[in-house]
């Protein structure tokens, strides 16, 4: 079955960091894409970053570009996001998604994690 599990959001003060992880069971993500969406209580679900495993490409929203950083290990079948220079309006559940397309709408993406809750303080 495929499975995707994401770890290690937190709270976190502004200014802060933090690292997601989100490993991948049951396909390889060497022949997915994989994004970073993240949903804040009463907002639609938004997409962050993509990383396009067939090509290595990256794709970053301009709410994000230039904090936070994607990056995928294929030994560990595992998709990072290293998320830095955080705010307030950062806070939100963040999942990760696959799909063996190029596709970074939310609607193309039908294997999601369970979540990870980032919280910045003010």
């Known amino acids: 079955d495929v499975q995707l599990v994401e770890s290690g959001g937190g709270l976190v003060q502004t200014g802060g960091s933090l690292r997601l992880s989100c490993a991948a069971s049951?396909?390889?993500?060497?022949?997915?894409?994989i994004c970073w969406f993240r949903q804040a209580p009463g907002k639609e679900r938004e997409g962050l970053s993509c990383?396009?495993?067939?090509?290595?490409?990256?794709y970053y929203a301009d709410s994000v570009k230039g904090r936070f950083i994607i990056s995928s290990d294929s030994a560990k079948n595992a998709v990072y996001l290293q998320m830095s220079g955080l705010k307030p309006e950062d806070t939100a559940v963040y999942y990760c998604?696959?799909?063996?397309?190029?596709?970074?709408?939310?609607?193309?993406?039908?294997?999601w994690g369970q979540g990870t809750q980032v919280t910045v303080s003010s």
């Open positions: 998604a696959a799909n063996p397309s190029r596709a970074i709408q939310v609607d193309a993406y039908n294997y």
């Open positions: 049951g396909f390889g993500i060497n022949d997915y894409t």
């Open positions: 990383i396009f495993n067939l090509d290595g490409n990256k």
